[in-house]
């Protein structure tokens, strides 16, 4: 039980410096660009600004000297296609590539990019 606690303790500055960037997701003003439970994080930005979100990420890790595992890690891009498109760029948690996926189980519950 503590250690969910002291857990969220230390990641609300991560999530604090991920809204304080203004990278990632709005609905408005609201701030959607990043989700958290328990140890898990979601980032949602377009493309184009992911990259900035996870260096965010990079710096906190950096700072805290905690290390985020890449293999772990998946990146999904959404739209209406069937297919994952060519060309995204290719993105990293520290010197390690993130795997792009078309679905993905979590908690019982799948996630399509579709």
Do not use: W
Request: hydrophobic fraction near 45%; aromatic fraction near 8%.
């Amino acid at each position: 039980m503590i250690s969910s606690i002291l857990f969220c303790i230390y990641i609300d500055s991560l999530l604090g410096a991920l809204k304080n960037s203004a990278f990632g997701c709005y609905i408005g003003r609201v701030f959607l660009g990043v989700l958290a439970y328990a140890d898990d994080i979601v980032l949602l930005a377009p493309p184009a600004t992911m990259r900035a979100m996870l260096a965010v990420c990079d710096n906190y890790a950096d700072a805290l000297h905690i290390v985020f595992n890449a293999k772990k890690s998946k990146c999904m891009y959404i739209e209406p296609s069937l297919k994952i498109p060519h060309g995204l760029p290719e993105l990293h948690i520290g010197d390690t590539a993130i795997e792009f996926v078309e679905k993905r189980s979590h908690l019982g519950h799948t996630i399509c990019h579709t």
